[in-house]
């Protein structure tokens, strides 16, 4: 299979890493080469691919330990001394973990720090080297503006994906996304692949976020019940797919990796 570059974008606590992590971990399973990169500046995306470690240095703390340039402005003649190997971690079978991180407190722009990042990672040939089957970039949701849009932005992703629930905020969250990448679809830029359900117990939960996916002329992909297993399963610092492989939940987060990749591969014919 080709590379397949998706970017997942929700609103803030929707559930969007702990999606994003186990659709990793199901693909992992199933053999394909995964990389799992998280554009958040809590730099937790990926925690649960590396047992609840948070050792783990992001690419801004490297950029922010040279001290002898600004970590917004990297450019391709920046001389560092940290290397790929410095930026990321390899998890659950074999998932290559990176993370973006953030600005310090107060200071900065978080989404010139996603830029900042995804370039040094570019840079310093995580692709080339790790040769992923499929790269997953796990991107904050709650404001879409210019940083916030890089994973989308040619080169980077090929398709979008949105984390949803059927709360209002988190469809208001959904509406926004969908609209920039409907902005950006005449530059090259990344295609809405669809919806992930992460359900919350809404009234009539599932028929609004279908009837949301249809007004924005999209489909729900996949979706993922509510339960406690999730929480068991980060008590333990791993995914639900490796902490409880043969729970129901697991089946979903499997079968919506696999819906993922299939959909994926329908829009790039």
Same mark, same amino acid.
């Given at each position: 299979?080709?590379?397949?570059?998706?970017?997942?974008?929700?609103?803030?606590?929707i559930?969007?890493?702990?999606?994003?992590? *186990?659709?990793?971990?199901?693909?992992a399973d199933k053999g394909l080469r995964v990389m799992q990169i998280g554009c958040d500046p809590k730099a937790?995306?990926?925690?649960?691919?590396?047992?609840?470690?948070?050792?783990?240095?992001?690419?801004?703390?490297l950029v922010r330990e040279e001290?002898? =340039?600004?970590?917004?402005?990297?450019?391709?003649?920046?001389?560092?001394?940290?290397?790929l190997d410095d930026m990321v971690r390899?998890?659950?079978?074999?998932?290559?973990?990176?993370?973006?991180?953030?600005?310090?407190?107060?200071?900065?722009?978080?989404?010139?720090?996603i830029i900042a990042a995804l370039t040094k990672l570019d840079e310093k040939g995580a692709y080339e080297k790790?040769?992923?089957?499929?790269?997953?970039?796990?991107?904050?949701g709650d404001v879409v503006c210019g940083g916030f849009t890089m994973p989308m932005r040619p080169g980077y992703a090929d398709y979008v994906l949105v984390v949803t629930s059927g709360e209002n905020m988190s469809i208001y969250a959904a509406a926004n996304i969908s609209m920039a990448?409907?902005?950006?679809? *005449?530059?090259?830029?990344?295609?809405?692949?669809?919806?992930?359900l992460n359900r919350r117990k809404v009234k009539n939960e599932d028929e609004k976020v279908a009837e949301f996916a249809e007004?924005? =002329?999209?489909?729900?992909?996949?979706?993922?019940?509510?339960?406690?297993?999730?929480?068991?399963?980060?008590?333990?610092?791993?995914?639900?797919?490796?902490?409880?492989?043969d729970s129901d939940l697991s089946d979903q987060y499997r079968q919506l990796a696999d819906s993922v990749v299939a959909e994926c591969e329908v829009l790039s014919c």
């Open positions: 299979m080709n590379m397949l570059k998706i970017a997942v974008y929700g609103k803030g606590g559930g969007k890493s702990t999606t994003v992590s *186990n659709m990793a971990a199901a693909m937790d995306s990926t925690i649960l691919l590396r047992d609840g470690k948070d050792e783990m240095k992001t690419v801004l703390d001290g002898d =340039h600004d970590q917004f402005t990297l450019d391709e003649e920046d001389q560092d001394s940290f290397t390899v998890g659950y079978k074999g998932i290559v973990c990176s993370e973006a991180g953030g600005p310090t407190p107060g200071l900065g722009c978080a989404g010139r720090g790790y040769k992923p089957d499929v790269v997953l970039y796990d991107v904050l990448v409907e902005q950006f679809k *005449n530059r090259g830029y990344a295609k809405f692949a669809g919806l992930i007004d924005i =002329h999209s489909k729900v992909v996949g979706s993922i019940d509510r339960s406690d297993l999730i929480q068991s399963a980060e008590e333990l610092g791993k995914t639900v797919v490796e902490a409880f492989p």
